[in-house]
């Protein structure tokens, strides 16, 4: 069974940095391409970044520069590293993994950058 654990959310201050980590489980993790997606109320779920099996990765325009995927296949976890924080980066943030051609997700941790 497929599982991913998101963790290291929290409230932080705007320029402030955070880490958030996702533990995958039932998959032969260093062949799928992860994926860190992002949500606020009322809007759909977005791409935040993602990170092929080797390492290549891409992200979005609005947090290039400042958002740093990575993944260790040992531990099994892919990082989502967040600097400069912005109150618009407010959001419940979710990793993803495609197997099969079926999205499995994880239950998603809060990020709130506010003063």
């Known amino acids: 069974q497929v599982r991913l654990m998101e963790s290291g959310g929290g409230l932080v201050q705007p320029g402030g940095s955070v880490r958030v980590a996702c533990v995958a489980s039932g998959i032969n993790f260093r062949l799928y391409t992860m994926a860190w997606y992002r949500q606020t109320p009322g809007k759909d779920r977005e791409l935040v970044a993602n990170?092929?099996?080797?390492?290549?990765?891409n992200s979005r325009d609005f947090v290039q520069g400042r958002f740093t995927i990575s993944r260790d296949n040992v531990k099994k976890t892919v990082y989502l590293q967040m600097n400069d924080l912005k109150p618009e980066d407010t959001a419940d943030y979710y990793c993803?993994?495609?197997?099969?051609?079926?999205?499995?997700w994880g239950r998603g941790t809060q990020v709130t950058v506010s003063s």
């Open positions: 990170i092929s099996g080797d390492g290549r990765t």
């Open positions: 993803k993994v495609g197997v099969y051609g079926r999205g499995f």
